[in-house]
């Protein structure tokens, strides 16, 4: 009986030695093919220099695609518009005649 136990058990280490060694042949695949695909992504696409601040005013430096300002009459009108809206929530969660807890 000891005899087949040792013969099992290197029967199932020649399989995960086997086993072991495809991984790692399919790992340097990947590796291989992951590098290969990096080095075309780069090549293809410029690379993105983020703006830079200017130290000064705290600015970021013009490049034409700045976003205006709202007029002062346009934030009056938007926020008149969330209140009214937070009103009319509020209203409901009264009217509902329940205790339960709403958080917003």
Known sequence: MSNN??????????ELESTVEGLTDELIEAKERIRVLEAELDADTPTRVPERRNEETGTTADTGDETPEAEPDDVAEAAADAETETESTDDEAEDSGSDDIIVA
């Open 5 to 14: 136990r040792v013969e099992t058990l290197e029967s199932t280490v020649a």
